[in-house]
């Protein structure tokens, strides 16, 4: 079969480049949408990004968005529709191409620097997280609230989540949870925090450089970075009790120990966990926590290639619709009240959960772009 990606259409003003010395400075346009990534949109990433690191006229790549957003996601709304329109094979290119690009940024052999000053979600962490540097400002705000619309953290979600300290991943990944600039950096999301009105002069900074030496880059950034400490009520402060409810086996033990900690302690995050939990689909709940499982134990490409099948899988509605009916209730009737189907966890057995990581009926297996020294570059970058 074919490679399903997307053919290029041509460029679209979705995606605006400026050309400075040897930096490229790459903005995401789509400000009223905040910047949800189009299909247009990453087929045009995939195309500078592979051109430019073959380009020796590019040294460096700074990628930001217009707007108060970096990037809020991937545009599911009009995948959701296309499918509706046609058939779930739309679908099927649209994620093959982005979680071709997300494997390309991870394994991305000169520096990339996203510029995180506003929203950033879902998609948008899979074009930023996976690369080398990542500026976090006072406007960042990060989450991946993917269970609460019926799918689960995908574009390489399980492999970053997994890796940050002790079972904040599963937090993260499970609830849905804001994180803010500070909570970002602290639990490694981000690389370094810039107060937004330095943002100008660290792009200079960067433009001016002249280098691809990560080193050299990493040096600039950290002449405009700063410490910040994280709030006293976050809930990276209490990393113990986290570690100690998510890394319970299944769902419900989770909530299980979150219910106990709740009788003894007042913490607003525990009680708002246990509401996102009770609120999301239980069938994402399932399939995200065993993925972020899987990912401790798998490099970049081998998540990719996993959630890709399972993407499918969602997209086909062999399982659960509870996708389809997340982005009814949530995007598109916006009465924030899906009717999910299985309604409960304990309606779910492990032969449904494994149906998402088998080999999906007549369509390949993402199939990921050769690279230059793979085994180093998709070691992890947090």
Known sequence: MADPSFPSKGRTDQVLVEEKGFARI?????ARQLNALSAPMIQELFRLLTEYEEDPKVKLLIM?????????????????????????????????????????????????????????????????????????????????????????????????????PGYFGEYVGLTGVRLDGAEMLACGLATHFVTSSKLGMLEDSLVKADTSDHFAVCTIIDQFSQEVPVKEGSAFNRLEIIDKCFSKRTVEEIIQALEQEAETAADEWIKAALQSLKKASPMSLKISL??????????????LIREYRMICHVLRKEVSKDFFEGCRAILVDKDRNPKWEPSRLEQIDDQMVDRYFSKVDNWPDLKLPTRRNTPILSRSKL
């Open 290 to 303: 065993r993925s972020i499982r899987e990912g401790r134990l798998q490099r970049v490409g081998t998540c």
């Open 64 to 164: 930001k968005g217009k707007g108060r957003a970096f990037c809020a996601g991937g545009d599911v709304a009009a995948v959701v529709n296309s499918i509706a329109k046609d058939d779930w094979t739309v679908g099927g290119h649209y994620f093959w191409t982005e979680f071709t690009v997300n494997y390309i940024i991870a394994t991305y052999s000169k520096p990339q620097v996203s510029i995180l000053n506003g929203i950033v979600m879902g998609g948008g962490a899979g074009v930023s997280v996976h690369g080398r540097f990542r500026v976090a400002t006072e406007n960042s705000v990060f989450a991946m609230p993917e269970t609460a619309l019926g799918l689960f953290p995908d574009i390489g979600a399980s492999y970053f989540l997994s890796r940050l």
């Open 26 to 30: 790459v903005t995401l346009n789509r």
